[in-house]
């Protein structure tokens, strides 16, 4: 295996001589001319909390778990490592000007 890095910019002016919207201002003229069409009625929205409600009640309810947690940024709990260390492989952690990129390589 051989890995390298690549340059993965897009700006999508450059390919499509457009600026992409965000779909906000699809929202914003849609509030504007009185078209609901894209939004929730008040009917959807309690059926859908009548669903998730029950589910948050019940994990407020129940005490935390072991969870492996770890810090913004960082490569990930000390457990992902010995559960692949358990099937003889590890993390290759990148270094370097590419970000948050993880590959697994054999040991």
């Not at 992409?20 to 009185?34: A, I």
């Not at 939004?39 to 969870?67: H, K, T």
């Not at 260390?85 to 270094?95: A, P």
């Amino acid at each position: 295996m051989r890995l390298g890095s690549v340059d993965m910019a897009f700006n999508y002016a450059d390919h499509f001589n457009a600026t992409p919207q965000t779909g906000y201002e699809r929202l914003l003229h849609d509030c504007m001319v009185g078209d609901a069409t894209l939004f929730q009625r008040s009917d959807m929205v309690e059926a859908a909390w009548n669903v998730v409600a029950p589910i948050q009640n019940v994990w407020g309810a129940l005490e935390p778990r072991e969870f492996p947690n770890y810090a913004a940024g960082a490569w990930g709990p000390a457990e992902a490592d010995e559960m692949l260390i358990k099937d003889g492989r590890r993390w290759c952690n990148s270094t370097g000007n590419l970000t948050a990129e993880t590959k697994i390589a054999s040991a």
